[in-house]
């Protein structure tokens, strides 16, 4: 199995930063795509950012209205993606949850796995 642990999720004013973290563990072969997502009660769950594996590096996409704010990054060696969040708003307040689609050996087919979630909350 693959587990996905979040954390650095917290209470932050307007005009802050988090940096999220959300390490994979157990068996993994390879992982080929890398994301984050949000959630409101009232809302679908939404993809903020997400980076992939590319021939000349990785390719990264952010949802427009965090462009310029937030940055996904990844540590291939330690199977984890980050997510630094600065110039918060109180519209950035949410659930955020990891995603991750990883082969877990070579005759193995890529499973999507998430993350449990962890809240952001953005307040004065």
């Known amino acids: 199995q693959v587990q996905l642990v979040e954390s650095g999720g917290g209470l932050v004013q307007p005009g802050g930063s988090l940096r999220l973290s959300c390490a994979a563990s157990?068996?993994?072969?390879?992982?080929?795509?890398m994301g984050w997502y949000r959630q409101v009660p009232t809302n679908e769950r939404e993809l903020v950012a997400i980076?992939?594996?590319?021939?000349?590096?990785?390719?990264?996409r952010y949802t427009d209205s965090v462009k310029g704010r937030f940055t996904i990054s990844r540590d291939i060696a330690k199977n984890t993606v980050y997510l630094q969040m600065n110039s918060l708003k109180p519209e950035d307040t949410a659930v955020y949850y990891c995603?991750?689609?990883?082969?877990?050996?070579?005759?193995?087919?890529?499973?999507?796995?998430w993350g449990q979630g962890t809240q952001v909350t953005v307040s004065s």
């Open positions: 157990g068996s993994i072969f390879s992982i080929y795509t």
């Open positions: 995603n991750m689609n990883v082969r877990r050996s070579s005759a193995d087919y890529i499973g999507n796995y």
């Open positions: 980076t992939t594996s590319g021939t000349s590096g990785p390719n990264t």
